[in-house]
Structures are given as C-alpha cells and as structure tokens.
C-alpha cells in the first residue's frame, strides 16, 4: 500500500512539525512513498528526507528569528515584511540544505505552489539543481513578500494559498496510508472570510492569485473534511495540536517557539506509536 507523509505549513507554526519530523527520524519511522507539503510544510519535509536532524529547530530559533527576514516596520515603508530572498540567502551561507541527500531519498518529495497567472495549486518533484528554488517559490508568501518566483518562465507564489493542507494530492498521486501534520488544530475550519477577502483585494492586479485567495476557505475545509471522513480503503493519522500553538505566523519570541516544539515531540512520539502499530488515529499534541 502506498504511503506518504503530508505536512501542513503556516510560516513559524511549523515549528511544531519540526518537533514531529525529528521524533520521526530518531525512530527511524518511515520511509514513506511520498512526501507532499507547501510553504513550510515542504521545507520541513526537505530537511527530513535529507536527514538533516534538527535542521528545521535550528532554522526557526536562528535565521527565521532576524529582523532581517522579518520586520513590520520595512513592510511599512513598501518593502517586504517576510524577504524570503534574505532568508534563502542565510540557510544557504549558514546552515544549507542538503538538496543532494534529499534527492536521494527513497521518499518522492512533491512541492505544492500557486501559480500566480490562473491561482492554481501547481505540484513539482525537485531534483538537486532546483530543489532550493522550488522550496523558495512554495514559500513566497504574496503580500508579505512583494516578488514572486520564476520557474520555467511562469512567476509561483505560497504553495499554501492553493494547497494549504495537500492530503488530496498524496491521494490523488495514490496514497492509501497517510501520514498528515498540521500547524493547527484538527477542527480548525480555515482563515476568515474577511481575512482572505482582505488579501484578494490587496492583489487585485493579480487576478489568479486573488481568485485563489477568495477560495483559500473552501479549500482549507475540504481538506479537512477529508481527513475528518477519509474515502473507502484509506486510513489516516492526523497529527495536530490539540489547542491553537502559542506560536503565530510571524513569532519570534524564543521560548514561545521552545515550548511549541517541545510539543511537536510529544506528538511525534504518539504519532510514531500509531504509525507503527498501523493505527488510524487522531494524535493530539
């Protein structure tokens, strides 16, 4: 039976998966078929498959702590309040990715985006020479980020917009057995309405990706009423944190982003229990 692991993203709330990826390495759980994620959720999943052990922590409490990558005062002022540019640039100097372990991994990684031109969810399989770009593009949160990432000629944006939680792409690529960490909890129905309407409007010039924005709820409940009500002859273990993370989109205070991570591991530990015993199962963190 086909099995993949599928990881939610949500900027700094994927500290949270963090903790659960390395409970999982340390268990040795796994190998999956595939690995399906967006936005942090994919570049949560890069660093496992690479095997990088604790990568992601220490990505959260250095780089992704700067004001350098984050900072409301710039945003003010017409630059960007996330420079993904930045933060791509100081992984890569510091701490960087190994794209070629990952692309070794017996794991099929697949990198949801939002094409930019038509709001689509738009899914690749990186290789080593474009692993880092495409993690970048699924990451280029619009409005917070003013660029958008150019891949073969079309411009990509957060991969979370279009494919928040990707459950149905492992499903559709035929996953039968499936592995899903969120950033939230199980029961949260998604983003407001004013929120996403809020968004729409503010990339108004790019019609597609306001169009995606204005889905961006529907989207979001019909994952989750897929993971509520799987279809016939697939199981899933869903793994969430049982209250709303003390950790925002854009937290940097340290012991915040600590303590969430300190319960991502008490999740994987659960999580990794279920897996293995080859349970279906809402793990609660």
């Not at 944190?241 to 925002?248: D, F, I, K, Q, V």
Request: net charge positive.
């Amino acid at each position: 039976m086909t099995s993949a692991i599928v990881v939610e993203g949500g900027a700094m709330r994927g500290i949270f998966a963090a903790g659960v990826l390395d409970v999982l390495l340390e268990s040795g759980t796994g190998p999956f078929d595939l690995a399906v994620g967006s936005s942090a959720g994919a570049c949560n999943l890069a660093s496992h498959l690479a095997g990088q052990h604790r990568r992601n922590y220490r990505c959260y409490l250095t780089q992704m702590r700067r004001t350098e990558f984050s900072d409301a005062r710039r945003f003010l002022r017409g630059g960007h309040w996330l420079d993904i540019d930045y933060l791509w640039a100081a992984f890569d100097r510091e701490d960087p990715l190994d794209v070629a372990a990952a692309a070794r991994s017996p794991t099929r990684l697949v990198v949801g985006t939002t094409a930019v031109d038509t709001g689509e969810a738009t899914f690749f399989e990186p290789d080593a020479g474009d692993m880092s770009e495409v993690l970048r593009a699924s990451s280029a949160v619009p409005f917070l980020f003013r660029r958008f990432v150019d891949l073969g000629g079309r411009a990509f944006a957060d991969g979370g917009v279009a494919a928040p939680i990707p459950v149905e792409e492992a499903h559709r690529r035929g996953a039968r057995r499936i592995l899903v960490i969120r950033s939230r909890p199980a029961d949260f129905p998604g983003p407001s309405r004013l929120e996403c309407s809020f968004v729409a409007a503010a990339l108004r010039e790019h019609r597609g990706l306001a169009r995606a924005f204005l889905r961006y709820r529907s989207i979001y409940a019909r994952s989750v009423a897929f993971l509520r009500s799987p279809p016939p002859g697939t199981t899933v273990v869903h793994v969430a944190p049982e209250r709303h993370l003390g950790t925002s989109r854009l937290t940097r205070d340290r012991t915040t982003l600590e303590r969430d991570y300190a319960r991502g591991r008490a999740a994987g530990e659960r999580a990794t229990a279920a897996w293995t015993a080859g349970a279906t199962a809402r793990i609660l963190g």
